[in-house]
């Protein structure tokens, strides 16, 4: 039988995800997934909610903003820098975390085999052709900001780190872009997948190991363990 003390959950907001019916320990709800947490104390009370957000996401893109405000969480971490949080109407008041740009990055690194070198390689894929691709990178170094995993992925190493002793489930997180299950048609987040999808591969095997899936499509994409378990939306 499995306990509830060995899981905790990573949320995205892939499209026609659903939610392990287990109790886990925390959730970590990466952006507008914050509103699939809600969902998930609706039948398991009391487990507390982390979001995670970028924070020109939460700021600029209402979708996910108001997702975050009307969702019952219990800490807001903004991986890229201050955000005014206390500004927000939130249902209930989260305590907040911020991380500048540089300390994402460090943060990051600490999870792949070779660092920071793994990430800025890694960057090159953001786009499809090489001389986009080039210019990609170029302009990154240029300005000194390099934004590595998406959020959901930032997600599952907050939720590793924090949580050295559990596996971690993940959901909702798919690696290969398209859309949210509250912006379906939307690719602005393709690109940065086939970031994830590089280093994914790159990951320390210590932290690899810890993680499983409910979605056979990243069991697929990333090579992560499959969980069978029964599910709810």
């Keep these: 039988m499995l306990r509830k003390d060995e899981f905790v959950l990573v949320l995205g907001s892939k499209p026609g995800s659903k939610l392990p019916n287990l109790k ?60 005014p949080f206390k500004n927000y109407n939130f249902l209930k008041k989260p305590t907040t975390k911020y991380l500048t740009l540089n300390e994402q990055i460090k943060f990051q690194s600490n999870f792949f085999k070779f660092g920071k070198l793994n990430i800025l390689l890694a960057e090159f894929f953001y786009e499809n052709t090489f001389l986009m691709q080039l210019k990609h990178l170029i302009n990154f170094v240029r300005k000194g900001m390099i934004n590595g995993v998406s959020t959901g992925f930032f997600a599952i190493l907050y939720a590793l780190k924090e949580n050295d002793q559990s596996k971690v489930i993940i959901s909702g997180i798919g690696m290969q872009g398209g859309g949210h299950f509250y912006s379906k048609n939307t690719t602005r987040y393709s690109k940065r997948a086939n970031v994830d999808k590089k280093l994914i591969f790159f990951l320390k095997k210590i932290y690899k190991d810890r993680l499983y899936t409910i979605d056979k499509e990243l069991e697929k994409n990333a090579n992560i363990k499959y969980l069978d378990i029964k599910t709810f939306e």
Excluded at 64 to 71: T, W
């Design 24 to 83: 886990v320990k925390k959730i970590y709800t990466a952006n507008g997934a914050a509103e699939k947490g809600s969902a998930y104390i609706k039948k398991y009370a009391n487990t507390k909610i982390i979001s995670i957000v970028g924070g020109k996401e939460f700021e600029k893109n209402l979708d996910v903003q108001n997702r975050v405000l009307n969702s019952n969480i219990d800490e807001i971490v903004s991986r890229s820098g201050f955000v």
